[in-house]
């Protein structure tokens, strides 16, 4: 796929709010601080996009960038920020699962993990419980450049082997760095291909 534009269209507080057009729509979410604005970026090849910040926890609404005129990449809020009063972030994981539960459009999670950590819970949970619900997703392995080349397909494969315990068919992943712009043909192309099914 070839971004031919990308553009910022609203920023939502729940669901309801969200565009009233049927266009396809893909969510990118992951804990705080996992470089998700960067990888947005990286994917739309358009650097100031969706904002970075230094300060993890910035994005606080449903984000909505159309692409192409055809489809939406939504950036969600990150989850697990312990910075944030327990109200905020109850107020957002009811916003994050609201979305994710009555949004028809959405076809697709992509659930961003930072390849240099252990498997961490909070992902585990999440991960977990898009399955307990029947949402399709996919992960984003990021920061790959951070770690040696033999190391990353092993990483990645010893975290995927780690959802065996419960898991009989393991999601679809993919391994990115923003800023060695890997990973960015195959998760397009994995988007096209999921817009043409539904066409």
């Known amino acids: ?45 358009h650097k100031g996009l969706a904002k970075t910040s230094s300060t993890p926890g910035k994005t606080l609404l449903i984000n909505h960038f159309l692409i192409n005129r055809e489809w939406y990449l939504v950036d969600l809020p ?8 327990k109200s905020v972030q109850q107020q957002l994981d009811q916003m994050i699962r609201g979305y994710i539960l009555q949004r028809k459009q959405l076809v697709n ?7 240099r950590l252990e498997p961490q819970k909070i992902d585990r949970e999440f991960i977990d419980w898009l399955g307990m619900s029947g949402i399709p997703f996919a992960i984003v392995f990021t920061k790959a450049d951070k770690l040696a080349p033999t190391k990353i397909q092993a990483t990645a494969q010893t975290w995927m082997n780690s959802l065996k315990d419960t898991w009989e068919e393991l999601p679809p992943f993919f391994i990115t ?7 960015r043909d195959e998760i397009l192309d994995y988007i096209e291909t ?3 099914q539904l066409a």
Not at 109 to 115: G, Q
């Open 194 to 196: 999921i817009n043409q």
């Open 109 to 115: 999670v992509f659930v961003l993990i930072d390849i």
């Open 78 to 85: 990150g989850y697990g920020y312990a910075k944030r009063s």
């Open 1 to 45: 796929m070839i971004i031919k534009s990308s553009e910022f269209t609203l920023s939502a507080p729940r669901e309801s709010m969200c565009p009233k057009d049927n266009k396809t729509e893909f969510a990118f979410i992951g804990r705080s601080n996992v470089g998700k604005s960067s990888l947005i970026n990286m994917l739309c090849n």
């Open 177 to 183: 760095s923003s800023e060695k712009k890997n990973g």
